[in-house]
């Protein structure tokens, strides 16, 4: 698809505020996933599955007492140094603007727990259906994430650095990503309680490793849509001019009436 450029600086600026107003709708999906998720008690997503220990661990132990967004926080951080490390100087400094997008996803974290909090799910089938939609929307969110052309996220940009240096293709490398991460949640479980958190790192958590990848490649083969919408930035622009037209015209219509 040939999308057009813009070329004025106005329509960049334009266009990158619309890029970056999409990709936090694509986030906020993301994050809504994952809250959902939690909520079934079947498993977290890969993700937050780490934090969401570190968060139970923080009441019973030296740990402190963040929340599940405030640990995804400085896992990304830790992530983001973790590239830095690796490639060295060959590191990009406008992948830092990875830091900016990890603190907000994980700031949204929290706010869709928030917003999910009266959501209880006493039933295996409430628990399936919370972990089947949350899966579901999380991997629409991370294919329109993918397509918004911004900064990957730190669990993709480590990925990503390390098939890189290592020449082995990015989708065994993410999956080795991901399953050191549930190795590393597990051990923390035995470290803090001495027992495995099922409704932490469970049957969902395995169902999310599987699933929410098919969800990305469908969901991508289907989004011409999104495409449209990410390169309509021109008439954006002219909407919103033309509607600051308008309210400026009825006021100053309104005070000759006056």
Not at 15 to 23: A, E
Not at 116 to 133: E, N, Y
Not at 186 to 214: D, E, K, Q, R
């Amino acid at each position: 698809m040939n999308l057009s450029i813009p070329t004025n600086h106005k329509e960049r600026i334009i266009s990158f505020i619309w890029q970056h107003i999409l990709l936090l709708i694509s986030l906020n999906m993301m994050t809504f996933g994952v809250a959902l998720c939690v909520r079934s008690c079947l498993g977290s997503s890969v993700i937050s599955s780490l934090p969401f220990v570190l968060s139970l661990a923080g009441p019973v132990s030296h740990f402190p007492e963040w929340t599940i967004g405030g640990y995804t926080i400085m896992m990304n951080f830790i992530l983001v140094i973790c590239q830095i490390l690796i490639l060295g100087k060959r590191f990009d400094p406008m992948q830092l603007f990875q830091l900016a997008i990890g603190f907000v996803f994980g700031w949204m974290i929290d706010l869709n727990m928030f917003l999910t909090s009266a959501l209880t799910c006493d039933t295996l089938v409430s628990k399936l259906l919370a972990q089947f939609i949350g899966c579901t929307v999380m991997g629409v969110g991370i294919a329109l994430e993918v397509r918004c052309g911004s900064v990957t996220m730190p669990g993709e940009g480590i990925s990503i650095v390390i098939s890189q240096v290592t020449k082995r293709p990015f989708a065994k490398i993410k999956i080795m990503v991901d399953s050191f991460l549930v190795l590393l949640a597990i051990s923390a479980c035995y470290y803090f309680f001495g027992t495995w958190l099922w409704n932490v790192i469970g049957i969902g958590t395995i169902f999310a490793m599987i699933y929410v990848g098919m969800v990305v490649r469908l969901a991508s083969s289907h989004l011409g849509w999104f495409d449209r919408l990410l390169a309509y930035t021109p008439g954006f622009r002219r909407y919103i001019f033309g509607l600051a037209r308008f309210i400026y015209h009825r006021e100053r219509d309104d005070s000759y009436d006056r």
